[in-house]
């Protein structure tokens, strides 16, 4: 197998997961401002389990990527004084711009997931996308 799972790799996107739906949760909940928090420290702790601690470093540290760390650490900083609408903001605004070199590779990764793929190639060619 070319590329095993390794223990690690699994509880990184293990809370990566539990962060989006704590997140979730939080926006659903009328932006419930201590869901909204747990779900960042969990995305942030799996985001750095999941690419390592120094890799995670580099990526808010990058000098491409000031905007993105500026406002996804404002947003953090606003959803911490009870402004959870503007802070989400921008922190959606921060994720698009720290991982947007990655969505092509998260489009691959999806293709090969058996239903989401499937839906993903339709809307794909629905919307006239390239492969």
Not at 20 to 31: A, K, N, Q, R, W
Not at 34 to 50: E, R
Not at 79 to 86: K, L, N
Not at 88 to 101: K, P, Q, S, T
Request: charged letters at 10%.
């Amino acid at each position: 197998m070319p590329y095993e799972i390794t223990e690690q790799t699994k509880v990184g996107a293990g809370l990566i997961g539990f962060g989006i739906l704590f997140s979730f949760l939080g926006i659903i909940l009328f932006f419930d401002r201590g869901l909204l928090a747990l779900g960042n420290i969990f995305c942030l702790t799996g985001v750095a389990i999941l690419l390592g601690w120094y890799s995670t470093l580099q990526l808010f540290t990058s000098r491409r990527n000031y905007k993105g760390t500026a406002s996804f650490i404002l947003g953090l900083f606003f959803i911490f004084v009870r402004w959870p609408i503007v802070g989400i903001i921008l922190e959606l605004y921060g994720c698009f711009v720290l991982f947007g070199g990655f969505w092509s590779s998260v489009k691959v990764f999806l293709y090969h997931i058996p239903v989401i793929g499937w839906v993903i190639m339709l809307l794909d060619r629905m919307l006239g996308g390239s492969n």
